[in-house]
């Protein structure tokens, strides 16, 4: 039995080939570039905001960066803020009327 390429795999790996000429490279490394300061301002954002919450008495457990949102082309990277249970979402809006000034209007004085 013989084992070839397909047509559409040589036009897979022709295409491979092509992307990797010398404009392919630069635009690769600007991309791969961007990435990771994205990432790099991702992390930043991320652990000055668990050090805020952290201030407000606030933990959220899954706090930290969307791994599935750098799978694009564009650097674009989101902050996973993630689940939490009752009482820490109740410590969490508790401590954003306090920040913001915005009380409930049901709140016992």
């Known amino acids: ?51 805020a919450l952290s201030a407000a008495g606030v933990k959220l457990p899954s706090l930290g960066l969307d791994a599935v949102s750098w799978a694009g082309t564009a650097p674009f990277v989101l902050v996973e803020l993630g689940r939490c249970n009752v009482d820490t979402a ?8 306090l920040g913001t000034g915005v009380h409930r209007p049901d709140a016992e004085a």
């Open 90 to 97: 109740r410590k969490l809006a508790a401590a954003l009327r």
């Open 1 to 51: 039995m013989t084992y070839g390429m397909s047509g559409m795999e040589t036009a897979g790996r022709q295409q491979m080939a092509d992307a990797t000429d010398t404009a392919g490279t630069a635009d690769a490394t600007d991309t791969a570039a961007g990435m990771a300061d994205a990432v790099e301002e991702a992390e930043k954002v991320s652990a000055d905001l668990r050090d």
